[in-house]
């Protein structure tokens, strides 16, 4: 089993920056790779970025360029850096563990972010 654990949403006025980090636990070595994922007001759930254990970043649409995922496996910690924030990124960040390069199994319970204008 693998814990994780969000931290670091807020609120910030549009064009600000925030940090989240996930702390995961347990079994980790067993992850295939590691994303963050959000939950807009009134949508589903969608992927914002994903880090395998190549260290290769992938990003949906909008976060592309204005986002930048990394992890610690040393820490066992994964980062979100958001720069340039908009009020359409408001939404619930969750963090993800997959395993098997196949299954998101293992999830956070979310932190809140709130960009206003």
């Known amino acids: 089993q693998v814990q994780l654990v969000e931290s670091g949403g807020g609120s910030v006025q549009a064009g600000g920056s925030l940090r989240l980090t996930c702390a995961a636990s347990?079994?980790?070595?067993?992850?295939?790779?590691m994303g963050w994922f959000r939950q807009r007001p009134g949508e589903e759930r969608s992927w914002v970025a994903i880090?395998?254990?190549?260290?290769?970043?992938s990003y949906g649409g909008s976060a592309r360029g204005r986002f930048t995922i990394s992890r610690d496996n040393a820490q066992n910690t994964l980062s979100l850096q958001m720069n340039s924030l908009r009020p359409e990124d408001t939404a619930i960040y969750y963090c993800a563990g997959q395993k098997q390069n196949r299954y998101w199994e293992y999830w956070g319970h979310g932190t809140q972010v709130t960009v206003f204008s």
């Open positions: 347990g079994s980790t070595e067993i992850l295939t790779a």
């Open positions: 880090i395998n254990n190549e260290e290769a970043a």
